[in-house]
């Protein structure tokens, strides 16, 4: 197996002291995948800027002009209440994108079987219009409207396993029947959207699901929604390629959120949906990081993702699994199954 992998040292560029999305969770990420062997088995990308022609395929020229007069400030300022931007971060959100569609370029030309993007800024709650919680250029939108231009692909699926809803995600595909995308996380929790009945609009009804769970839901709850929502949608949908979500803030330890997945139970959904690619689209599928805080869970939650991808059947759950039981989640299930005829 051939993975293609991107991360870059200038992305420490942009951050912030005291905030939880800061240059520290990529070094963390870079310090485990080397403990564990994995950087040398990558075929390794250096990431290239976007052109900002390209950015308007997804935002508003409005904001990107807003973020480019960001770059000429003498100081960080913020976007809302959580969203810093440095004058440096318009250029390093270029260059997390560049990365990205040089992951998802590799993938489709078939150069390497799958990929991976350790990249900050991280992207899903940007919206065309306006960055938020800590995002502010929508990498994935932007990799699978890429994909779409650049490789001919159809459809693509989106699986969003961060703690929290992708609105922004969300928001440019909401009546777009071509990119499906599946969201589980805790509801209620920010941004506040990603209700189960948010199922998309126009031509776009129906390709988009919300697995909005309650607070406390782990690796047995997570699995079931993929086994019985993730999986026979994917199927009725056959994307050409799967891009992930990957946010890592779905964990028990993870200090934003309140979901009990393990180490283990992500790598279950991780093989699940290599698996899913394999059964569907060739093994086409890329790892975009979004969220997840707690540091030692996301430099083992990516070597495991890196071992998944690689073909290796030996993971570690360093942390172990979490000491609550997990709420029913029959209810939602049921209603989702309802609303998306999964029955
Ligand atoms: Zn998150």
């Keep these: 197996m051939a993975t293609a992998f991107v991360i870059d040292s200038r992305f420490a560029a942009h951050t912030m002291e005291r905030h939880p999305e800061y240059a520290a969770r990529l070094t963390m990420i870079r310090a485990t995948l080397e403990q564990h062997g994995l950087l040398e088995r990558f075929t390794t990308i250096n990431a290239e800027p976007v052109s900002e022609e390209f950015l308007h395929i997804v935002h508003d020229a409005d904001y990107l002009r807003l973020l480019e007069k960001t770059s000429r400030m003498a100081s960080p300022s913020m976007l809302g209440l959580d969203t810093y931007i440095t004058p440096q971060s318009y250029e390093i959100a270029r260059l997390a994108v560049g990365g990205v569609l040089q992951v998802v370029d590799a993938v489709l030309t078939g150069e390497t079987d799958n990929g991976l993007a350790a990249i900050r800024p991280p992207g899903h709650h940007a919206t065309p219009s306006m960055g938020m919680g800590f995002c502010l250029l929508n990498n994935i939108a932007l990799a699978a409207r890429h994909a779409q231009q ?108 309140n979901m009990m997945l393990s180490l283990s139970g992500y790598t279950h959904l991780d093989r699940t949906l290599l698996a899913l690619a ?28 890196a071992h998944v991808l690689l073909g290796d059947t030996e993971i570690d759950d360093v942390l172990g699994p979490a000491d609550r039981s997990e709420p029913s989640i029959a209810q939602p299930l049921n209603k989702l199954k309802q609303i998306h005829n999964l029955t």
């Design 150 to 257: 650049v490789h001919n692909i159809e459809r693509v699926l989106i699986v969003d396993y961060d703690v929290h809803h992708g609105n922004g995600t969300q928001d440019i595909f909401y009546d777009d029947p071509t990119v499906l995308y599946i969201s589980t996380h805790q509801s209620p929790l920010y941004p506040g959207t990603g209700a189960i009945q948010e199922t998309g609009k126009g031509a776009g009804k129906g390709f988009t699901i919300n697995a909005a769970l309650p607070p406390g839901v782990g690796d047995q709850g997570y699995a079931q929604v993929f086994a019985e929502i993730v999986l026979p949608a994917a199927r009725q949908f056959e994307p050409e390629v799967i891009l992930v979500s990957g946010g890592y803030d779905a964990h028990w330890a993870d200090p934003l959120a």
């Design 278 to 305: 394999h059964e569907l689209c060739e093994g086409r599928i890329v790892f975009i990081l979004e969220g997840g805080y707690n540091l030692q869970v996301l430099g083992n939650a990516w070597a495991n993702v």
